[in-house]
């Protein structure tokens, strides 16, 4: 559980761990092992990764929800009007996070919880964001149903993403997991999204989606 932090404008909400399975516990403790030194790594990420967040998240509009929030790395490209929302499955992440809307002193409210298991009702948010996360959650396809589900109709999903493990080799050994990962955008249609703008930057290797719930 998460402390409530009670001295910035937001506030950490606990997450009950229900049906979390091995792998969603295993990428969990991965996270958590890798949170202190995670923003000294992102410092030296390409100009294209930083130019795809400030682009997506000044997209985001009224209730808006950030999947995979970490240290809260995208918090300063957010429009200062947007209600905003931060899951992550990670405390230590979300500590980080917590110092950084204290530091920008904006208001957002950060809950441990689970991309697969949005614990959120149905057409609760405007706005779904998802940067540079999608990749790391063991089932691609639960966790955009979810997203789906929270959005209300006419909802915007701002989503980008590595797709390295779609392209040759790497999809072979892809498809002997559990649940391979696919290109997030053809998911994203599948669960129902509608496709209004994609693109790829940095040689092919990231692509940014900009889709809505119809």
Known sequence: ??????????????YREGNMDARTEKTRQLWEHRANRYDTGARW???????????????????????????GMNLQYYPPQVELTGVDLSPAMLAKAEQKVREQGRSATLVEGDAQDLSYADHSFDTVVCL??????PDQVRALEE????????????MADHIEYTRFPARV?????????????K????????????DRTLLGFVERVVAHRP
Do not use: K, W
């Open 132 to 137: 540079f996360a999608l990749c790391t959650v």
């Open 173 to 185: 050994f892809e498809r002997r997991r559990d649940h391979p990962r696919r290109l997030p955008r």
């Open 45 to 71: 990420e390409p100009a294209a990764i930083r130019e795809s967040r400030r682009l997506l998240c000044a997209g985001a509009r009224g209730r808006t929800l950030e999947v995979a929030v970490g240290t």
């Open 147 to 158: 997203i789906y589900r929270v959005l209300v109709q006419g909802g915007r999903l701002l």
């Open 1 to 14: 559980m998460i402390r409530v932090a009670t001295e910035f404008p937001g506030r950490v909400s606990g």
């Open 187 to 198: 998911i994203a249609e599948e669960v129902g999204f509608r496709i209004g703008h994609h």
